[in-house]
């Protein structure tokens, strides 16, 4: 039987959205717009305020709006997979997400009426933020044909793979605590040494993790079959040139924030260098998530004996 591909065009949507909406939040950071609109869930007291949308209010209310447009897609995307999807474990995946949204938009709220608490909360709330569009990374792998094109392997007594598989998952790691860094350097609570350490920390790894890759997928194995092979070492490729832009534009964000120090507000290029850092580490991790996911469908015997194990027949509808 034929399996529908709108739950993998819903999760791309959502994990689309969902980018958009993460360099949104960066202009409302980096233009220090948070506390534009006094009020929440409203704004002004209205749905649709007119009147005020002018001035950093645009960053936040534009904000709001495409949070909204990510909470309806993560629900009609559960719904599909409620009423669609035959594995449990990815209907998990799919509520875990819906959860991760809701409480997001609830700590949208506290970051705005609660103006004393507004660092720790924003530091949460951009830390929620990565953890959400990490969850429909997920959804977007393991909805879609890919996934089912990739031959598992089991984990065998190769050392390669298994390095490989164990570099990727502690880059996806070390990757997510280095983005909280960031997110705590850009709400001014740390300094920029324990962000520039990870950064150094976490390029390391990913390099091995590339190679690792590289190797894997060059010694005769069930890795070196197509399409596994190019499903293997696309996101390592992915990774390895996302990783190329990423270094520089940190270091040339951080130059600038440290020349604009004294500007009344934030100002040129200060703003579009901190903001396309904070997308193109979102885009790294979306990548490193993929390439450790993809490992461990092919050499990780545990996830493809839990689909074989818990695949419960549900009935199917015409969509």
Known sequence: MTKSPWGHRLACMTAGMTLLLLIIGGLVTSNEAGDSVPDWPLAFGRLLPLGYLVGNVVYEYTHRVVAASVGVLTLVLNLWLWRREQ???IRHVGWAALIAVVTQGLLGGVRVLLLEYRV??????????????????VLVEITSARWEALSPQGEGSAKEPSRARALASLSVAALFVQLILGAAYRHKAIGIIPHAVGAGVVSLLLVLAVRSVLRVTRTPSAAT????????????????????????????????????????????PMISLTVS???????????????????????????????????????????
Do not use: N
């Open 87 to 89: 594995r449990p474990w």
């Open 120 to 137: 720790p909360v924003a530091i949460i709330h951009a830390t929620l933020a990565q953890l959400f569009f990490s969850l429909t990374i």
């Open 225 to 268: 079959l197509e399409p596994t092979r190019t499903l293997l070492r696309r996101p390592a490729r992915w990774v390895l040139g996302t990783l190329l832009v990423q270094v520089p534009l940190g270091i040339a964000a951080y130059l600038a924030r440290r020349a604009s120090i004294g500007d009344p507000q934030p100002m040129e």
């Open 277 to 319: 850092h904070l997308a193109c580490g979102a885009v790294l991790l979306a990548a490193t998530l993929t390439l450790a996911l993809r490992l461990h469908r092919v050499f990780g015997a545990g996830m493809e004996k839990r689909e074989l194990s818990t695949a419960v027949p549900r009935p199917m509808t015409s969509s």
